[in-house]
């Protein structure tokens, strides 16, 4: 617990102390019963329920963000509402504490254990408040659902409103980082695993403690099906680092320059307003921005003073390029237009096509702001970085004529309210690396020298 932020530490203190009250005053009002009292089948299924959300609290499926995963163990705690109450639905929460998942901190046991008796008690309220009927047999199935439905919409956006709170306090995300569209489509999915609380109440009605062991399966299937998103995501992330990864080979000085890039594209979309979709498209625009560097002889990138004609134009076709080699990826969506126009000026003397104003399309000019803002502000092998207000002052002096002033504008405006860390300077290269790029064709403070041939 020591290397969290004092405030997360104040946060899991408080609601490890409230989780502990509130089962505390229902054993001692209910003198220790659960539902139906100490003897009966109540105990059995509160056992059983318990051990149903250990086995899913112990196999979760990791998420994008660090260090954070999601299982479908709360269908178990909101089945324990209608079985056993919201004292039994906090205990089989509660029982987050013995998960038995590999290198879990004992503060993140308590934090899970009591967010999730919480959840699980404040839904059994809810539940009741509703006119719910507790226990089995029920007499009509249908009248659990209403109340049972009031109950998952209080236990999930609570479950995932404490859990936010401690990620946002501990400083793991922040709000760029989880969008609100995709945090209310998430919070809608996972609404949806819910009904799996509802499907072991049906099955338990009729073959008892076997529901628990029936339900393992479509609980396994969710799951999985966590697992596959998930593992998109990585491919994906895979794809585009392989193929940073071979464009910065070019030159040892340039390493990180695309995910900078991608990075400050992301600032602009974010304060433009973008959503989550054309977020995720902008963010792999920036990070491939430069493909098409891989079909530019190295000779030319590396050549020091000016270019002739033909290399001139081999650095022209460069953007084009880079569209060839990524136009089979069918997930980049709008990336295409970002790689293919970011070398294109707000006054139509860019290229490949000379567009110009709003014929360039967004993400390209998005990309331009930030390709050229990270060039000037990186070191290189002729020149030092420049400091990022003379950086943001170079990009308001071009704004109108290589820039699109609107994303200058914003791309300001997130600097000073978010900051910029710029990149260290990197060492001398080791033994067998390539000669490094003697000039920078995206730093608009130098631009391509073409010698004319006669």
């Known amino acids: 617990?020591?290397?969290?932020?004092?405030?997360?530490?104040?946060?899991?203190?408080?609601?490890?102390?409230?989780?502990?009250?509130?089962?505390?005053?229902?054993?001692?009002?209910?003198?220790?019963?659960?539902?139906?009292?100490?003897?009966?089948?109540?105990?059995?299924?509160l056992v059983v329920l318990a051990l149903l959300f250990l086995v899913c609290e112990s196999a979760p499926t990791l998420l994008n963000i660090e260090q954070t995963a999601v299982s479908v163990s709360f269908s178990a705690a909101l089945a324990a509402v209608v079985l056993v109450g919201p004292l039994g639905a906090a205990l089989v929460g509660a029982v987050a504490v013995l998960s038995v998942r590999p290198g879990l901190p004992p503060v993140k046991r308590l934090f899970n254990g009591a967010q999730f008796a919480v959840c699980g008690?404040?839904?059994?309220?809810?539940?009741?408040?509703?006119?719910?009927?507790?226990?089995?047999?029920?007499?009509?199935?249908?009248?659990?659902?209403?109340p049972y439905a009031a109950a998952a919409a209080v236990f999930v956006p609570l479950n995932v409103l404490l859990i936010g709170v401690l990620l946002r306090l501990a400083s793991v995300v922040s709000r760029a980082q989880v969008p609100l569209r995709e945090a209310v489509r998430f919070l809608v999915s996972y609404l949806?695993?819910?009904?799996?609380?509802?499907?072991?109440?049906?099955?338990?009605?009729?073959?008892?403690?076997?529901?628990?062991?029936l339900v393992l399966v479509p609980v396994f299937i969710a799951r999985w099906a966590f697992g596959q998103?998930?593992?998109?995501?990585?491919?994906?992330?895979?794809?585009?680092?392989?193929?940073?990864?071979?464009?910065?080979?070019?030159?040892y000085y340039t390493r990180g320059h695309c995910t900078r890039v991608s990075?400050?594209?992301?600032?602009?979309?974010?304060?433009?307003?973008?959503?989550?979709?054309?977020?995720?498209?902008?963010?792999?625009?920036?990070?491939?921005h430069d493909v098409g560097k891989l079909g530019v002889p190295t000779k030319v990138l590396q050549k020091e003073g000016p270019l002739t004609e033909e290399e001139y134009a081999a650095i022209q076709l460069h953007p084009m390029r880079g569209l060839e080699i990524v136009?089979?990826?069918d997930f980049l969506d709008e990336a295409f237009a970002g790689i293919m126009h970011h070398h294109e000026r707000h006054d139509g003397k860019g290229y490949p096509m000379g567009l110009a104003g709003d014929e360039i399309p967004e993400f390209a000019r998005i990309i331009a702001v930030a390709d050229a803002f990270d060039s000037m502000t990186s070191d290189r092998s002729y020149r030092r970085a420049?400091?990022?207000?003379?950086?943001?002052?170079?990009?308001?002096?071009n704004a109108g004529t290589q820039f699109d002033p609107v994303m200058v504008d914003a791309f300001v405006s997130a600097v000073r309210r978010r900051g910029w860390d710029p990149p260290v300077r990197p060492p001398a290269p080791p033994t067998g690396q390539p000669q490094t790029v003697m000039k920078d064709h995206d730093d608009p403070t130098t631009p391509i020298q073409v010698a004319a041939e006669r």
């Open 327 to 329: 136009k089979g990826i």
């Open 121 to 146: 008690y404040a839904a059994g309220v809810v539940y009741r408040l509703a006119g719910g009927p507790e226990g089995l047999p029920v007499e009509r199935f249908a009248d659990l659902l209403v």
């Open 229 to 251: 998103y998930r593992a998109q995501e990585r491919s994906y992330e895979a794809t585009m680092a392989a193929l940073c990864q071979a464009v910065e080979t070019k030159d």
């Open 192 to 213: 949806g695993y819910a009904t799996f609380g509802l499907l072991i109440v049906g099955l338990w009605a009729s073959v008892q403690s076997l529901a628990a062991v």
């Open 386 to 397: 420049k400091p990022v207000e003379v950086a943001l002052e170079e990009l308001r002096k």
């Open 263 to 288: 990075k400050a594209a992301t600032m602009i979309a974010e304060e433009i307003g973008m959503g989550p979709r054309r977020l995720r498209a902008i963010r792999y625009a920036g990070m491939l």
């Open 1 to 45: 617990m020591r290397e969290l932020p004092w405030p997360a530490k104040v946060y899991i203190i408080v609601l490890v102390t409230a989780a502990a009250a509130l089962i505390g005053r229902d054993l001692v009002v209910e003198g220790g019963g659960i539902g139906g009292g100490l003897d009966g089948p109540d105990w059995r299924t």
